[in-house]
């Protein structure tokens, strides 16, 4: 799986977006980009994945550039409980197990 | 909602013991994960079943074994508790993108 690379810690205003940066320079053609969040003391919570299209649900929105070499998650309205450490994952199709980084601290401020 | 379900949430065990870590899920999901978290290194890979009685070793299996006789029940086995089996151990199943659980925090004194 294609290594990633975000910056550790973040901060961003409540009300504001929060665009959460992340690099994968090797990516190969048939991995996909995952974001998971992971809140102090509970486990990891999905958010959105893809593959080349920008993608958008209610938590959250993905944007991956057209060489598919860097993607940015984007929280359009941060809030206090949006707090937490953000992982970006690259992940070959059909493999089952993730490999997790160290991800990124966002600090939501009031 | 997906729900997957660990037994217990903070487990404090005797080094030598025999620990049992339950994990079940409440979909008909046949990937299933058991993770720790340790400061500094992130989630690593212990074992992960994707089908009853079928396991495969991850990345840091010493030291573990685990058992899937139903499809809804993963479970972790620490054969005989070491101080450096403390940690957070998290289950996660997986179907289009993985859910966790809330993790069990282990201490082995």
């Known amino acids: 799986d294609a290594k990633t690379t975000q910056p550790p810690s973040m901060d961003c205003a409540e009300g504001r977006a929060a665009n959460l940066p992340c690099n994968h320079s090797t990516i190969s053609g048939n991995e996909y980009v995952y974001w998971y969040r992971q809140i102090h003391s509970q486990g990891p919570q999905y958010i959105i994945h893809g593959l080349k299209n920008n993608e958008t649900n209610e938590m959250a929105s993905l944007i991956i550039t057209e060489d598919r070499k860097s993607s940015t998650l984007i929280l359009p309205h941060a809030t206090l409980r949006d707090t937490a450490v953000y992982y970006c994952?690259?992940?070959?199709?059909?493999?089952?197990?993730?490999?997790f980084g160290s991800g990124t601290r966002l600090q939501v401020q009031p | 909602d997906v729900k997957v379900t660990q037994s217990s949430r903070y487990l404090v065990k005797r080094t030598g013991e025999k620990v049992f870590l339950e994990c079940v899920q409440d979909?008909?999901?046949?990937?299933m994960f058991w993770y720790r978290q340790d400061p500094g290194l992130g989630l690593r890979l212990i074992y992960f079943?994707?089908?009853?009685?079928?396991?495969e070793k991850g990345d840091i299996p010493e030291g573990y074994s685990v058992s899937r006789e139903k499809k809804e029940r993963f479970s972790l086995i620490l054969e005989s508790a070491s101080t450096n089996q403390t940690s957070m151990y998290l289950c996660?199943?997986?179907?289009?993108?993985?859910?966790f659980g809330s993790g069990t925090r282990l201490t082995v004194v």
């Open positions: 979909m008909d999901h046949e990937n």
């Open positions: 994952i690259v992940q070959k199709t059909g493999r089952r197990a993730l490999t």
């Open positions: 996660a199943t997986l179907e289009n993108g993985y859910t």
């Open positions: 079943s994707y089908d009853v009685k079928m396991k």
